[in-house]
T-cell receptor, first 112, second 116 residues
Framework: GENVEQHPSTLSVQEGDSAVIKCTYSDSASNYFPWYKQELGKGPQLIIDIRSNVGEKKDQRIAVTLNKTAKHFSLHITETQPEDSAVYFCAAVKAAGNKLTFGGGTRVLVKP | EPEVTQTPSHQVTQMGQEVILRCVPISNHLYFYWYRQILGQKVEFLVSFYNNEISEKSEIFDDQFSVERPDGSNFTLKIRSTKLEDSAMYFC??????????????FGEGSRLTVL
């Protein structure tokens, strides 16, 4: 089945700096890649996603890139703010399926 | 804003006891899911449910687990005889469409199960 690896597991950045989280997936049949943010005591919440027919997508301070050949995708957060501190999960979904396969999560801490 | 609600937020139970975790998905959603997250580990898929039947399940979802949509609004996960290794955060999720296109999966805040 699909396997998603995520790095780093923790990331500490200074407020205003950029944060980058990388994920790799194993199944070339995966074609949809959402990113979730989980704040303490809450469920994961979708922040951005990308489909396999697109190489990059931006939404204000966050962007996601996808390299289908290498089977990896990344989340970029620019001008980080303290409220960006959370656990971020990448995920992959196969074309014919419904379930999300999650990466292991990255705990991001933005230091003021 | 519509949300997925889960109860209880935390349940402590003795090994061997039955547990029912409840979820109220968003009202116009058609696809329902349970995921779990053991402390410090990945969020793992358990089961998906559509049109009153299981559409997919993982190998974790063995005979001790069952799901039900008893009344058109609730979606429950039952663990028949809990084991220590069932201790985890259980997340319910729902979405409107089953296609793999951009259809957002909405998660509840989770039910923490502790098995002693």
């Amino acid at each position: 089945g699909e396997n998603v690896e995520q790095h780093p597991s923790t990331l500490s950045v200074q407020e205003g700096d950029s944060a980058v989280i990388k994920c790799t997936y194993s199944d070339s049949a995966s074609n949809y890649f959402p990113w979730y943010k989980q704040e303490l005591g809450k469920g994961p919440q979708l922040i951005i996603d990308i489909r396999s027919n697109v190489g990059e997508k931006k939404d204000q301070r966050i962007a996601v890139t996808l390299n289908k050949t290498a089977k990896h995708f990344s989340l970029h957060i620019t001008e980080t703010q303290p409220e960006d501190s959370a656990v971020y999960f990448c995920a992959a979904v196969k074309a014919a399926g419904n379930k999300l396969t999650f990466g292991g999560g990255t705990r991001v801490l933005v230091k003021p | 804003e519509p949300e997925v609600t889960q109860t209880p937020s935390h349940q402590v139970t003795q090994m061997g006891q039955e547990v029912i975790l409840r979820c109220v998905p968003i009202s116009n959603h058609l696809y329902f899911y349970w995921y779990r997250q053991i402390l410090g580990q990945k969020v793992e898929f358990l089961v998906s449910f559509y049109n009153n039947e299981i559409s997919e399940k993982s190998e974790i979802f063995d005979d001790q687990f069952s799901v039900e949509r008893p009344d058109g609004s609730n979606f429950t996960l039952k663990i028949r005889s809990t084991k220590l290794e069932d201790s985890a955060m259980y997340f319910c999720a729902s979405k409107t469409s089953g296609t793999s296109g951009r259809t957002e999966l909405f998660f509840g805040e989770g039910s923490r199960l502790t098995v002693l």
